[in-house]
Nanobody, 121 residues
C-alpha cells in the first residue's frame, strides 16, 4: 500500500502561481511513476502531468509551458509548480502513483485525497 498526501491548493487570481506537493509513504519502493490529475465539476478526471523515476515528464497540452512537475526522491515527494494560472485550471487536483508510467490513473494505481485549486478571474 502507498499513501499519498497532497498539500498546497488554494485560491489564487488569474495569472498567479501555486505549488502543489504530494508526499508518499508506505510501500514507496513500488513507485516508479507519479502524476497529477485534475477534475473540474461536471468533468471527468484528466491527466495533467506525470514523471517517471528517471525524470522523464509528460504534460497535457492545456498546461504545457505553464506547469512543471518535479520529484525529490530523497523526500518521496512530487511537486506541481503551476504558473500563469487561468480560471479554467480550477479543479480538484489529485496525486497518483503507480509501478509504471502506463498504470497511472488505473485501478492499479494509488490516489491522494485531492486538493482544491480555485483560480478567480
Amino acid at each position: 500500500q502507498v499513501q499519498l498526501v497532497e498539500s498546497g491548493g488554494g485560491l489564487v487570481q488569474a495569472g498567479g502561481s501555486l505549488r502543489l506537493s504530494c508526499a508518499a509513504s508506505g510501500s514507496i519502493f513500488s513507485i516508479n511513476a507519479m502524476g497529477w490529475f485534475r477534475q473540474a465539476p461536471g468533468n471527468t478526471r484528466e491527466l495533467v502531468a506525470r514523471i517517471s523515476s528517471g525524470g522523464s515528464t509528460y504534460y497535457a497540452d492545456s498546461v504545457k509551458g505553464r506547469f512543471t512537475i518535479s520529484r525529490d526522491n530523497a523526500k518521496n515527494t512530487v511537486y506541481l509548480q503551476m504558473n500563469s494560472l487561468k480560471p479554467e485550471d480550477t479543479a480538484d487536483y489529485y496525486c497518483n502513483s503507480a509501478s509504471s508510467y502506463y498504470r497511472l490513473g488505473t485501478s492499479s494505481s494509488y490516489w491522494g485525497q485531492g486538493t482544491q485549486v480555485t483560480v478567480s478571474s
